[in-house]
């Protein structure tokens, strides 16, 4: 890892620090056990105990930031007659995927997915009890429970155009036992993506130490490989952003 690499992932980290600490006594837990489930239920029931009103908490950044990687890549993955397929993993309780939802012109259904129960459940009150009316009336929303390492128990092969990662792999690499989850992901990624589609990662994670890991973690002789690629979203309370993209491509078979 580079220095600058070093400084840029300890400023976030303080960032993320001071970030979970206002909504979470749990904030030691949660940096060191971010892979596990039971730390993201209390965190979500501890936030939710705090106040009487609903309102969405956004790792990073929210929509309004990153639209312009998102939306335009969605159009360009049009399907006639079908049903755009997105997954936004990892959601927690993130306006992100009802955003895409309700600004994407074409049909598309969003699934936004994450581990916690609790998260999933105070989205769909949410959206219950405040409904979200989509630009395309053929589009549809839904709320899972899904852990992120067994996409293909929810998903079949080349089923998905697109999948949104906003800090879910973040938080996979920087918790103690997570690194490995974070390869698994990926390759579940790759795997249930058609060959038309793209897995996009907004992190503050610097290309040096990210591309090489994803163009690692992202090949394996005779079963997959993908084209990766960078951009940069922009610099939000000190700490520079990016947008990672991932796009499995065919194996050629020797």
């Known amino acids: 890892m580079s220095p600058f690499s070093k400084s840029l992932t300890m400023t976030s980290r303080r960032i993320f620090a001071a ?6 006594s749990l904030t ?33 950044f929210g929509f309004d930031s990153v639209r312009d990687f998102i939306m335009p890549l969605l159009q360009a993955k049009s399907h006639p007659d079908a049903l755009l397929q997105v997954l936004d ?7 992100m995927g009802p955003c895409i939802y309700r600004h994407s012109s074409l049909p598309v259904r969003v699934t936004c997915a994450d581990i916690s129960p609790i998260a999933v459940r105070l989205m769909q009150e949410h959206v219950r009890a405040k409904a979200i009316h989509p630009h395309n009336c053929s589009s549809q929303l839904e ?10 128990k ?32 990926l390759k579940q990624c790759l ?15 610097d290309p040096d130490s990210r591309l090489l890991w994803l163009e690692t ?9 993908a084209d990766v690629g960078v951009q940069e979203v922009g610099e939000l ?18």
């Open 217 to 225: 973690e992202a090949q394996e002789r005779g079963v997959m490989a």
């Open 143 to 152: 709320f899972v429970e899904l852990d992120c390492t067994q996409l293909h």
């Open 237 to 254: 309370r000190g700490v520079c952003y990016y947008c990672y993209q991932v796009t499995p491509h065919p194996v050629v078979q020797q």
């Open 89 to 95: 993993m990892g959601c927690g309780t993130s306006a």
């Open 154 to 185: 929810h998903y079949g092969s080349s089923s998905l155009d697109l999948i949104v990662d906003k800090g879910t792999t973040d938080a996979l690499l920087r918790s103690k036992e997570g690194k490995g989850k974070a390869g698994l992901v």
């Open 19 to 24: 970030c979970v600490r206002h909504h979470s």
């Open 28 to 60: 030691t837990e949660l940096i060191e056990n971010m892979d596990k489930k039971a730390t993201w239920d209390r965190f979500y029931t501890e936030s939710s105990s705090k106040t009487s009103t609903f309102k969405n908490f956004e790792w990073f």
């Open 191 to 205: 795997k249930v993506l058609r060959s038309s589609g793209s897995l996009l990662q907004f992190s503050d994670e």
